[in-house]
């Protein structure tokens, strides 16, 4: 049995009391208190995640962006010093090798941000289709923290002299949280405002700390990934491994806006347009239950009586008070309002496809 990784906060987590479960490899926080809790935690005032166990690399050198611009569905061109942009990495097929964040440092230096349970995937595929790619893996040296909700900038702007404020979604910079050195994004994984903060491994313990205790009065939480997983779900962001992986293409999950092919050759390019031309087979969409029930992923989905596919992602929604899911339809038979059924433990439970994302009040201004 492999050994599963710890992050540099795991003590810390274990002194607050975090159920931990094994997550991508590593052991990570699922709760500290309740999901629920944690949750409106986020959505009313502020939460603060590990995320630690992901991925990091960094692309250097004069053809760095030609490389990153061959391996992602995205144009990385584009991109300005301290801008990011969401991307994916595709095989010849289109399926959907990994989603990542590139965020481009300056004008030869980009960081690409993986998913955990994919770092050696990716590499290996980022150097089959570059094999002379200047890439570092710094994923064992760097720390992510994000501290995210409608009080987080309140929260923040006490230990930082950077002006958040002047921080656009999707863009960063480069200071100093709690006297330690760390890049500030407005970026985040809940629909809510928020910052990731990537600061090196060893004071992270130290800024996870002082986070805390700055947004004691504030109603901040430590909040683990089963709350992550709610908030992200709320606002049908993908999660690799249920809604997306290489079995999936960008445009049937919803995802062709970041496929740019007008932007030059890359991997998988052909075999894109190809599906745009068509249009895609099938679509991910979003469903509610209309009984009482918790669509949990692998659950069957009927259409008609027919299985056509299953629960890719589910939960009962702290928010709205109902079970919500994603699952893939075919193209004619996926607009709002179409029923379909979940089967639930043997039981055929109603549902319909609505519009999403789900909820759509949060304090994230794009």
Known sequence: MTELKRTALTEAHERLGARMVPYAGFLMPVQYESITEEHRAVRERAGLFDVSHMGEFVLSGPRALEDLQRVTVNDAGALEVDQAQY??????????VDDCVVCRMDEERFLMVVNAANIEKDLEHIHRIAPEA?????????SLLALQGPRAETILRTLTDLDLGSIDFYWKRDGQVAGVPAIVSRTGYTGEDGFELYVDR??????????????????????????????????????????????????EAGLGWIVKLDKGDFTGRDALAAIRERGPERRLVGFRLLERGFPRP???????GEEVDEVRSGTMSPTLGYGIGTTYLPRGRSSVDTALEVDIRGRRVPAAVVKTPFYAHGSLKR
């Open 87 to 96: 991307s994916a990495l595709v095989d010849q097929d289109a399926g959907i």
């Open 134 to 142: 200047g890439i570092e893996d710094r994923s064992e040296a760097i």
């Open 202 to 251: 060893s004071a992270s313990e130290e800024v996870w700390e002082t986070l805390l205790e700055a947004g004691r009065g504030h109603g901040l939480k430590p909040c683990g990934l089963g709350a992550r997983d709610t908030l992200r779900l709320e606002m049908k962001y993908a999660l690799y491994g249920n809604d997306i992986d290489e079995t999936t293409n960008p445009y």
């Open 298 to 304: 692998g659950y069957g989905v009927a259409l008609e």
